[in-house]
């Protein structure tokens, strides 16, 4: 009701003094949301968790693996919520949500009683002040490469948009929660390239996490990969996880520092991060007993593509089917071809399909998607199917024994963004069941 009545007075404003005013906008309504909810952060330990990827998958492993270590958790990321009673698909197509839902969240999650609360925490989310007025007590950097360009101007301003959060932390009032004082702490991928940029910010405490000589505090040796999952080994302690992809060991990484960083023994978060079956909308294998392996995943710019090949070629396969799209409404057009290229390099049926268009022209999308596009013929291994079910119906037509079908770009998202702000019901991996059931 709230967010209707604030939408109502926007459509008064003159879009250039909106603008203008848009910074003071978005700051007065974060503090007034946390001044309504009465600041719930200060009751819980906040993990707030920045990045370019892996944000979602680090919270999903944080969160269960601290469940099953007897905290009750909230948190709130792309691909799911949790208000510490309960847990369900995140349906707002929107990761850090603005205004009142995100106090809104910490209040209920706070009334649920949680010890601790883990945020997805944006680039967007961090230039609309609504980290402002969350008391964060740990901050942990997954990794940074270049991504929503177009919407921050330069890589330089989104680095130093993150950089903002961890700024934030130094403002953040200190807590006593059961009788003890809770620290500020860092995490840091000591792996990524802009690591030390993160690390000066200020904290009580610092840890540093990766594969590398960097990682100071928690390094993962004895490294393996394959089809079952991955494993790893933390001072003499391996690890077994059901998940697919090198990738995610940086991820298991986090959530162990996670652990670490409130005093849990390695063997209790080993306990919890081995019973993980998976996480929604990322490597999620779909199984319907067909003769091939159906994989839904999110990646939807270029890096996080390149590693869901690499992952493919470690799981024995004959052919690779991919069904593709890209987002619109002005969101990095240049990723567009570079897509198409990836898919041309390595997929042998590439299916280029519609995704969130929002205000764009669907078949223009496709077609910048293209251009990228080698080594393909179009009507003979490469079609543009503009229908999203039918552009995955066709993949899973095409399929044979041992081949993979890839669909990307949505996850285990709840709606298409089309034309007007309006949304279509919509989930991946709900109409591949359908199809699979009625091959």
Known sequence: MIDKI?????????????K?????????????????????????????????TGKTTSIFLAADMLKSAGYKVGYISTAML??????????????????????KMLSRMKN???????IETTSEGIAQFRHR?????????????????????????YKKTKGKLFAHLKRCKSKNIKGKKIEKIIIVNADDEYADYFMNFWADKKITFGISDNAKTTKA???????????FSINNLEIEMQLLGKFNVANALAAVCVGASLDLSLEKIKTGLEKIKGVPGRLERINEDQAFTVIVDYAFEPNAVTKLYETVKSVPHNKVIHVLGSTGGGRDRSRRPKLGKLAGENADYIIVTNEDPYDEDPAQIINDIESGVTN?????????????????????????????????????EQAMCVANGNKIPWDDRKIIREILQEL
């Open 6 to 18: 604030l939408n109502l007075i926007k459509k008064f404003i003159p879009k250039k003094l909106f």
């Open 20 to 52: 203008t005013l848009q910074p003071a906008y978005h700051f007065l309504f974060g503090y007034l949301a946390a001044v309504w909810y009465g600041h719930p952060s200060n009751e819980m330990i906040v993990v707030g968790v920045t990045g370019t």
């Open 82 to 103: 949790g208000d510490g009673e309960k847990e369900w698909l995140n349906d707002k197509k929107m990761t850090m949500l603005g205004r009142f839902f995100t106090q």
């Open 112 to 118: 649920n009683n949680c010890d601790v609360v883990v």
């Open 133 to 157: 007025f969350i008391n964060y007590d740990t901050l942990l950097f997954t990794g940074l490469y270049p991504e929503h360009i177009e919407s921050h101007g330069d890589f330089e301003t």
């Open 221 to 231: 040796t004895n490294i393996n990969s394959d089809e079952k999952g991955i494993s």
């Open 376 to 412: 393909h013929e179009l009507g003979k291994d490469f079609w543009k199917i503009l229908d999203r079910r039918k552009a995955i119906k066709k993949a899973l037509s095409l399929a044979q024994e041992k081949d993979i079908v890839l669909v990307t770009g949505k996850g285990s």
